[in-house]
């Protein structure tokens, strides 16, 4: 069945440091494709999607790209701060089946260091 | 315009017990899902309301699970008799349209602990 896989975490960086997580995907359809992230003590919230190839979500700087060919959409931001320390979900949604469920990945813990 | 709500925000209780979770979704929002992430892993997808029909509920673990929609409105999840592997953060998320693929609205999850 569908699945996602995403890098383990924690990730720590320092203020201003570039970030990458990675996510990768496996899908029989052609899924739209979800950033979700849950900062502490709040619920997940959506930080960006794509719902086609080559598209490219972006959002409060954080930015991912729809690959096909190598079935990824990793998020990336080039400076991030002490406030973007969360848990951050990739997700596909089949955008051809009967509920639109999500199916997500185990999440990766971003601590950011003044 | 409020968001997805669910009470309670912690539940703790004891191995045999009953407990009962629920979710007020966004208003007019037909769509309502239920997840549940277990111990870090991955956040997991247990059944989808539309209305007040089930419309999939292929990820409920076994039959201790019974999620109702009354009228369609809000919607409980109750756990009868909890087990210890029962523990995790449930969450629940509404949406308003499943064929425009519009976003999905998570509430802050409810953190159970089966002791």
């Known amino acids: 069945g569908d699945s996602v896989t995403q890098m383990e975490g924690p990730v720590t960086l320092s203020e201003e440091a570039f970030l990458t997580i990675n996510c990768t995907y496996t899908?029989?359809?052609?899924?739209?494709l979800f950033w979700y992230v849950q900062y502490p003590g709040e619920g997940l919230q959506l930080l960006l999607k794509?719902?086609?190839?080559?598209d490219k979500g972006s959002n409060k700087g954080f930015e991912a790209t729809y690959r096909k060919e190598t079935t990824s959409f990793h998020l990336e931001k080039g400076s991030v701060q002490v406030s973007d320390s969360a848990v951050y979900f990739c997700a596909l949604s089949d955008r051809g089946g009967a509920t639109n469920k999500l199916i997500f990945g185990t999440g990766t813990l971003l601590a950011v260091q003044p | 315009e409020a968001g997805v709500t669910q009470f309670p925000s912690h539940s703790v209780i004891e191995k045999g017990q009953t407990v009962t979770l629920r979710c007020d979704p966004i208003s007019g929002h037909d769509n309502l899902y239920w997840y549940r992430r277990v111990m870090g892993k991955e956040i997991k997808f247990l059944l989808h309301?539309?209305?007040?029909?089930?419309?999939?509920e292929s990820g409920m673990p076994n039959n201790r699970f019974l999620a109702e929609r009354t009228g369609g409105t809000y919607s409980t999840l109750k756990v009868q008799p909890a087990e210890l592997e029962d523990s995790g953060v449930y969450f629940c998320a509404s949406s308003p349209d499943r064929t425009t693929n519009t976003e999905a609205f998570f509430g802050q999850g409810t953190r159970l602990t089966v002791v």
């Open positions: 899908a029989t359809g052609y899924p739209s």
């Open positions: 794509a719902t086609k190839a080559d």
């Open positions: 309301f539309v209305k007040e029909s089930k419309q999939d």
